[in-house]
C-alpha cells in the first residue's frame, strides 16, 4: 500500500499466515473505494455513451484490479450471508484467509462449483422457497463482476426501477406511488403486476446474448448446476437466489418495461407521436424488483398494458403470475412493499398493510412469550428494540401512527403475560413495579433499573421521505446520494444517536466513508468506560461493521 513501505517490508519477513494478517490489517479502505468508484465512474459515462468497447476494456481493468479484489471479498466476508458455507463447507473468517483471497482471486480457468441447494420458508405461506449457496471463491467472483457490472445496469436502467439498486429504496417508490395516485386528476386504475418466480425461470440464452459483461465467467454462473441431498442438478434456466450477482441480472431482465408501454401508448390511431399520451391514459410504472404496478385512466387501458408487458416477458422466459396479477380501483385499495394505498373520499392515504402489522405483532410475541422465557430483563429489551426500531424506520414516512400505538398496546399484553408467568405467585402490584418504573413525565415504562428502557412505537415521529431524483446517477453524482444518507440520517435519529451521526457527517469514525442508514453499524465509545471513557456524545463514535474489529484492536492499543 502507499505510504506503507516499512510495515510491507517487516510483513514480509513473518509467517505467511501473520504476514497476511498484517497486510489485510494495512488496507486503507478509503484509497481501495476510491480507486475502485473512480474506475466504476468512467464505466458508467462510456455506458450512457454507447461506447461498448471501452466499456469492455474498462471492466476488464476492473476485474482485474488488485483494489476491487480486496473490496469484493470484504463484501461477501461482511454481509449476511458469511456464515453460511457452500459446498466445499469453506468459510473465510481471519485475516490472513481474507487476505489470501484476495490474492488468488482469478478468471484464469475459472470453473464455478455447484451451489448448495436449501429450502426456506416464504412468510405466511406453506410453500418454501428454494436458495442456492455458492461457495465463498465463487461468491467473491459474483461480487467482484457485479463491482463492474453494477454501473452498466445504472445507467441502463428504467427511471421508476427502485429494487436493489444503489442509493435507492422502498421509500422511493412509495413516493413515486403516491405521487402518480394521489391528485384527484389521477388515475382510478392500478394494474398490480407480480413475475412468476422471475430469479427461478430467466432465460440464460437471453442473458448471455444481452448482458454486457464476460461471457466465459458469466456461463460459469449460470450453469454451474446445485447439489441437493448428494445429488447433482444441471441448471437450465434462472439465476440463483442466494449470488451476489443475480439481483443486478434480474434487474437488467426487466429493464425496458418503461419503453415498451411508452412505445405502446405515445402512438395516436394515425400512428404520429401523441404529446399528451401521459395525460390521456394516464400510463405510470413503478417497479421494485419483480413486484410492480401500472397506472392506468381506464381498466381497459389496464388490460392492454398487461399485454404489452406479458410479450416483452415471454422474451426473457418470464410470465406474469394469474393468482398475483390483479386490476385493482384505487378505492378498493392495493397492497405493495409492506404498505397499502388506497383513497378514501378523493384522499389517498398510505399506512401499513394488515399483513405487515400482524407479521410484526406475530414476531415480537415469538420473542416475548417463546424465545424469552429464560432471558433477563435486559436482554429481552435489546432483542425487542432491534425488531420494533428497524420495522417502525421502515414505515416512518407512512400514516403510521395509530398502527404505532397499536403495537405498543400489543407490547404490553405480551409483556404483562411475560411478566406473570415469571412470577406467578406474586401480587399484581409487586410485578408492576419490579419490571415497569417511572421514567421522566413517563409512568409504567418497561425498563431495568440501570436505565435500560424499552422503545415506545408511537414515540417514533412521522417523518415524510424525500424521493431521489428518477435521472440521478451514483457513480456520477456520488455528493448528491452521499448527502442524502446524511439528512435522512438527521431526518430518523433522535436524541444522542442524531447528534453522534451530525458529528461525524454520516461517515465511519474508522475509515471515513459515507455510512448508508441501512448498513450494519454501531455505537462504540473512543475511550472505554472501564478506562475512565464517559457515556457522552463526544466519546461515541459510529463505526462500520466491518471497521468495528481493526477500531477495537486499535483503542485497546491506545
Not at 479484489?69 to 484467509?97: I, M
Not at 440464452?205 to 464476460?214: F, G, H, K, V
Request: aromatic share 10%; proline share 3%.
Amino acid at each position: 500500500m502507499n505510504g506503507n513501505t516499512s510495515t510491507t517490508a517487516k510483513a514480509e519477513r513473518l509467517p505467511d499466515a501473520e504476514r497476511l494478517t498484517a497486510q489485510w490489517k494495512a488496507v486503507d479502505w478509503m484509497l481501495v473505494e476510491t480507486e475502485v468508484n473512480r474506475l466504476q465512474a468512467r464505466i458508467a459515462k462510456a455506458t450512457q455513451k454507447k461506447k461498448w468497447n471501452t466499456v469492455k476494456q474498462l471492466q476488464y481493468l476492473l476485474t482485474h484490479s488488485y483494489y476491487a479484489k480486496l473490496l469484493a471479498v470484504r463484501k461477501v466476508t461482511t454481509n449476511k450471508g458469511k456464515k453460511t458455507a457452500g459446498v466445499d463447507k469453506v468459510l473465510w473468517k481471519t485475516p490472513a484467509q481474507k487476505m489470501n483471497a484476495a490474492l488468488t482471486l482469478t478468471d484464469k480457468g475459472y470453473k464455478a462449483s455447484p451451489l448448495r441447494r436449501v429450502y426456506i420458508d416464504k412468510k405466511g405461506k406453506q410453500s418454501k422457497r428454494p436458495l442456492g449457496i455458492p461457495t465463498m471463491y465463487d461468491r467473491a467472483m459474483q461480487a467482484l463482476y457485479a463491482l463492474a457490472l453494477d454501473p452498466v445496469s445504472e445507467a441502463t436502467a428504467d427511471n421508476r426501477s427502485f429494487g436493489f439498486r444503489k442509493g435507492r429504496c422502498a421509500q422511493d417508490a412509495c413516493e413515486y406511488i403516491f405521487s402518480d395516485l394521489a391528485r384527484k386528476v389521477s388515475p382510478a386504475w392500478v394494474l398490480e403486476g407480480d413475475i412468476k418466480g422471475c430469479f427461478d425461470h430467466i432465460s440464460h440464452d437471453w442473458l448471455i446474448a444481452n448482458i454486457p459483461m464476460d461471457k466465459s465467467i458469466l456461463k460459469q454462473f449460470l450453469k454451474a448446476g446445485f447439489v441437493f441431498k448428494g445429488e447433482l442438478f444441471p441448471t437450465e434456466d434462472g439465476t440463483p437466489q442466494g449470488g451476489v450477482i443475480s439481483p443486478i441480472l434480474a434487474n437488467m431482465a426487466l429493464d425496458g418495461m418503461e419503453e415498451i408501454l411508452s412505445d405502446r401508448f405515445n402512438i395516436n390511431s394515425r400512428g404520429r407521436y401523441d404529446r399528451n399520451w401521459k395525460r390521456r391514459y394516464k400510463v405510470n410504472l413503478v417497479r421494485y424488483a419483480d413486484d410492480f404496478i401500472v397506472t392506468a385512466a381506464t381498466k381497459e387501458v389496464a388490460e392492454q398494458a398487461k399485454t404489452v408487458l406479458c410479450d416483452f416477458l415471454k422474451t426473457r422466459g418470464l410470465e406474469l403470475s394469474e393468482e398475483k396479477t390483479v386490476i385493482t380501483h384505487i378505492e378498493d385499495g392495493f397492497d405493495m412493499l409492506g404498505w397499502t394505498f388506497r383513497k378514501f373520499k378523493g384522499k389517498l392515504i398510505v399506512k401499513p398493510s394488515k399483513k405487515s402489522v400482524k407479521a410484526i405483532i406475530a414476531s415480537l410475541s415469538e420473542t416475548i412469550l417463546r424465545r424469552g422465557k429464560a432471558w433477563k430483563q435486559e436482554i429481552l429489551i435489546e432483542k425487542l428494540n432491534q425488531k420494533i426500531r428497524g420495522w417502525a424506520n421502515y414505515h416512518q414516512s407512512v400514516c403510521a401512527s395509530k398502527t404505532f400505538s397499536h403495537i405498543d398496546n400489543m407490547l404490553y399484553e405480551f409483556l404483562w403475560s411475560w411478566a406473570k408467568r415469571r412470577h406467578p405467585k406474586k401480587r399484581k402490584c409487586w410485578t408492576l413495579t419490579r419490571y415497569w418504573r417511572r421514567k421522566g413525565n413517563r409512568s409504567w415504562v418497561f425498563s431495568t433499573e440501570d436505565g435500560k428502557t424499552l422503545l415506545r412505537t408511537d414515540h417514533i415521529p412521522i417523518v415524510r421521505h424525500t424521493r431521489v431524483r428518477m435521472e440521478a446517477n451514483p457513480y456520477l453524482e456520488p455528493e448528491y446520494f452521499t448527502q442524502r444518507h446524511f439528512e435522512h440520517g438527521m431526518e430518523r435519529l433522535s436524541g444522542r444517536f442524531k447528534q453522534v451521526w451530525k458529528n461525524q457527517r454520516g461517515c465511519c469514525y474508522h475509515c471515513g466513508l459515507p455510512i448508508d442508514l441501512n448498513d450494519e453499524k454501531k455505537i462504540f465509545f473512543k475511550l472505554p468506560r472501564d478506562k475512565g471513557g464517559k457515556d457522552e456524545v463526544p466519546n461515541m463514535a459510529y463505526v462500520h461493521k466491518h471497521c468495528q474489529s481493526i477500531f477495537l484492536e486499535r483503542r485497546s492499543k491506545e
